[in-house]
């Protein structure tokens, strides 16, 4: 079965300060990996997706993941914290098939000032 | 383009009582997605279509039921509802088959069942 864990349901940083949030994935084939952003009362949009290419992925706003097998992360990053990132975000796999996303528990991200 | 659109944004329905939740897609997509989001446990699908006339069940469809008489149309029913049933509702729809597909998602549902 193919799942992700995210690690830390809430991670609080400075503006300015590096943002990493753990995505930890299961699969028994090569993963189709997503990472989603839901901005308060909004639903969930696509930040950035591993398919297989290059390992690290550059999505919109800045953030980026990298794909590392030998340690089953996808973990999301961005050098500079900004106010407006704050958020709840969303790693997913893609199961193999049925064009369906599995997704972590979520982990909300507080921008301090 | 509107996108995804869910109807309504906000329901509070008594135990026992039925509803149905509308979602629309203005982008042509075959696949479409209802999925339930509860604090702590991200989102969890409950049904899913591949196309008009067609449904599938997800992880937790139990007390739930959906018709895709439409392509752009999927709805999503209670027909008796539970206070276990009081969640934030997604629908999300997509192009194509394919792991690497984008999903796009509605602004939510959120229903509370008293």
């Known amino acids: 079965a193919q799942s992700v864990t995210q690690l830390g349901s809430h991670v609080s940083v400075s503006e300015g300060a590096l943002v990493l949030l753990r995505c930890n994935y299961s699969?028994?084939?090569?993963?189709?990996l997503f990472w989603y952003v839901q901005y308060p009362n909004q639903g969930l949009q696509l930040l950035l997706k591993y398919t297989s290419a290059a390992t690290l992925v550059k999505g919109i706003n800045g953030f980026e993941a990298e794909f590392k097998k030998s340690e089953t992360s996808f973990h999301l990053t961005k050098p500079s914290a900004h106010m407006s990132d704050a958020a709840e975000y969303f790693c997913a796999v893609s199961l193999v098939y049925g064009n369906k996303l599995v997704f972590g528990a979520g982990t909300i991200l507080r921008v301090k000032s | 383009n509107a996108g995804v659109t869910q109807t309504p944004k906000f329901r509070v329905l008594k135990t026992g009582q039925s509803m149905t939740l509308l979602c629309a897609q203005d982008m042509n997509h075959e696949y479409m997605y209802w999925y339930r989001q509860d604090p702590g446990m991200g989102l969890r699908l409950i049904h899913y279509?591949?196309?008009?006339?067609?449904?599938a069940k997800g992880e937790v469809p139990d007390g739930y039921n959906v018709s895709r008489l439409k392509k752009q149309n999927f709805l999503l029913g209670l027909e008796s509802a539970a206070p276990s049933q009081t969640s934030v509702y997604f629908c999300?729809?997509?192009?194509?088959?394919?792991?690497?597909?984008?999903?796009?998602f509605g602004q939510g549902t959120r229903l509370t069942v008293v």
């Open positions: 699969s028994s084939v090569p993963p189709y």
């Open positions: 279509s591949v196309g008009e006339g067609t449904t």
């Open positions: 999300a729809s997509s192009s194509r088959n394919g792991r690497d597909t984008e999903a796009f």
